[in-house]
C-alpha cells in the first residue's frame, strides 16, 4: 500500500472548471463589503475545516499504524495444532 495515497484528490475537469468560474465571479464583483463578508466566512470556515482535516489525518494515521502492526502479528497456535505437532499428526 503506498502510504498516504488517498491524501492526493485529482479534481474532474468539470469540478476546475466551475471552480475557476467561481473564483472569477468573486474577482470581477464591485460590491467590497460584500466581498469582505464571503473572505471572512471563508476564513472562519477553513479554519475549522482544517482543524477537522488535521483530527482525522491523524486518526487515520493511528488506525494504519494499528493495522500494520496486526499485519505482522501471527496468531497463536490452538491447542489442538499444538497436539498434533507433538504427536507429528498433519492435516485438518
Not at 489525518?57 to 490452538?78: M, N
Request: aromatic share 8%; charged share 30%.
Amino acid at each position: 500500500m503506498v502510504f498516504a495515497k488517498w491524501l492526493v484528490y485529482t479534481p474532474t475537469i468539470d469540478e476546475e472548471f466551475e471552480l475557476e468560474k467561481t473564483a472569477r465571479c468573486i474577482l470581477e464583483d464591485d460590491d467590497h463589503k460584500e466581498i469582505a463578508k464571503l473572505c471572512s466566512s471563508l476564513v472562519k470556515q477553513n479554519f475549522y475545516q482544517q482543524k477537522l482535516l488535521e483530527q482525522t489525518i491523524r486518526h487515520v494515521a493511528e488506525l494504519d499504524a494499528i493495522i500494520a502492526c496486526w499485519e505482522d502479528v501471527k496468531p497463536p497456535k490452538t491447542l489442538l495444532q499444538k497436539l498434533r505437532g507433538l504427536w507429528g499428526l498433519t492435516g485438518g
